[in-house]
């Protein structure tokens, strides 16, 4: 719980209630009243997952340089860090929009140098820089499931660029995604008829999907209190 946004966006943005009782997950209970304690586990899991996962994408980066197999084409050297690069611009996003201006550290640093980096700049421009980069080198489609297309980059440019109340840039971007993007399966993105098919764990990839991760608790996905959304009274209608 502490590293998703169902915490730290549904719950504290008033979309939900956190739900269950008072004693389950209570570091919860703090970020719905807006009262976060240094110490609680929620805002850690978060910080820790995040920078986590930026430190991953710089290790496939350099692994993407030094794999020596010459079957693996400059272009496809060129995608597969594009692909990275989306990835870490979604951590950076997500730490940006729960704790302010934090460090930017990119792949050139070492740990050493990284502890130095100071979080008295405004990294939204990095952001949007590995975006571009995503947008300029990933392929309208993608064969596999769970990885981005060119689209899910310009989708989340435009996100970007409105939670920085960039109105008429967001507009234009947005525009574009919603008239010509495609999910990366290649179907047109479309408005699903019922909202509830939206979480459908029938149809994981479909016609509102700009990226989504693929992963299940269980297989197939059970129902109702022993399944993964579907214990415990947590995330209730706020």
């Known amino acids: 719980g502490g590293l998703g946004n169902w915490f730290h966006g549904s719950v504290r943005g008033g979309e939900a209630n956190k739900g269950a009782n008072l004693a389950s997950q209570p570091e919860a209970n703090e970020l719905q009243r807006y009262a976060a304690s240094t110490t609680n586990a929620a805002v850690l899991a978060k910080w820790q997952g995040c920078y986590e996962g930026i430190r991953r994408v710089h290790q496939l980066m350099e692994l993407i340089d030094l794999c020596p197999d010459p079957a693996l084409t400059a272009a496809e050297r060129t995608e597969l860090k594009a692909q990275a ?6 951590w950076y996003f997500d730490l940006r929009r729960c704790f302010g201006n934090v460090p930017w550290i990119d792949e050139t640093m070492d740990a050493a140098t990284a502890l130095q980096v100071p979080n008295n700049v405004e990294i939204y421009p990095q952001i949007e820089a590995d975006l571009a980069f ?4 990933l392929p309208a489609t993608q064969p596999v499931a769970g990885r981005p297309n060119l689209w899910s980059a310009k989708g ?33 993105l479309a408005l699903l008829p019922s909202y509830g098919s939206v979480f459908s764990a029938a149809q994981p990839d479909h016609a509102e999907v ?29």
């Open 134 to 137: 995503a947008i300029a080198n």
């Open 210 to 238: 700009l990226f989504g991760t693929q992963g299940s608790a269980n297989a197939p996905v059970p129902a109702g209190s022993s399944g993964p959304v579907g214990c415990c009274g947590f995330f209730q209608p706020s």
């Open 156 to 188: 989340y440019l435009g996100k970007v660029q409105l939670t920085q109340a960039r109105y008429a840039d967001a507009l234009a971007t947005l525009n574009d995604v919603a008239t010509n993007g495609k999910s990366p399966s290649g179907a047109a």
């Open 85 to 90: 690069r989306f990835l870490r611009a979604l």
